[in-house]
C-alpha cells in the first residue's frame, strides 16, 4: 500500500521585527523562488502570496516532509536568495517562528483565493474595512 495524505497547512511567518521591507515589485519571483522550492520537495503549492512584512503559503506537503523542516528549508533558502540577488536591501532575516494550521480540502478553494488577495484584504484591515 503506498502512502496518501491530504493535508493542506496554511503556514505564515513574517519579516525580523515585522520590517515591511518585501518589495512589491520583487516580491513575485520570490513567489517563484519559493514555488521551486516545493516542487522540488514534492510539495504541491496551491498559493503563494504577501505583503510587505509576512507571507503565506497554502500547501500540502510530501508525507516523508516534517513541517518544521519544510518552514526552516524555506526561510533560509529565501533569505540566501534575497541576500544574494540584493533584491531586497532593507531585509535581514525571518522572524523566528512560524504560524501553521490546519484546513479540511473542502476550504481549499476559499484559501486560495483568501491567500490569493493578501494584499487587498491586508490594506483593509489597515484602513479598519474589517
Same mark, same amino acid.
Given at each position: 500500500?503506498?502512502?496518501?495524505?491530504?493535508?493542506i497547512?496554511?503556514i505564515v511567518f513574517?519579516?525580523? !521585527?515585522?520590517?515591511p *521591507? &518585501?518589495? +512589491?515589485?520583487?516580491?513575485?519571483?520570490? #513567489?517563484?523562488?519559493?514555488?521551486?522550492?516545493c516542487k522540488?520537495k514534492?510539495c504541491?503549492l496551491y498559493?503563494v502570496?504577501?505583503v510587505?512584512?509576512?507571507? !503565506?503559503?497554502?500547501v *500540502? &506537503?510530501? +508525507?516523508?516532509?516534517?513541517?518544521?523542516? #519544510?518552514?526552516?528549508d524555506?526561510?533560509?533558502?529565501?533569505s540566501?536568495?534575497i541576500?544574494?540577488?540584493?533584491?531586497?536591501?532593507?531585509?535581514?532575516n525571518?522572524?523566528d517562528?512560524?504560524?501553521a494550521?490546519t484546513h479540511?480540502i473542502?476550504e481549499?478553494?476559499v484559501?486560495?483565493?483568501?491567500?490569493g488577495?493578501?494584499?487587498?484584504t491586508i490594506?483593509?484591515y489597515?484602513?479598519?474595512?474589517?
Open positions: 500500500m503506498s502512502t496518501y495524505t491530504q493535508i497547512y496554511h513574517s519579516t525580523k !521585527h515585522r520590517i *521591507c &518585501l518589495l +512589491p515589485e520583487k516580491r513575485k519571483n520570490l #513567489f517563484r523562488y519559493i514555488w521551486g522550492i522540488n514534492q504541491h498559493r502570496n504577501g510587505e512584512d509576512h507571507i !503565506h503559503l497554502l *500540502c &506537503l510530501h +508525507p516523508t516532509i516534517a513541517l518544521s523542516d #519544510f518552514v526552516k524555506i526561510k533560509v533558502s529565501a540566501k536568495w541576500k544574494t540577488n540584493e533584491s531586497m536591501p532593507d531585509f535581514a525571518w522572524q517562528g512560524y504560524a494550521f479540511s473542502k481549499k478553494n484559501l486560495i483565493e483568501y491567500v488577495n493578501q494584499e487587498n490594506g483593509n489597515r484602513l479598519g474595512k474589517n
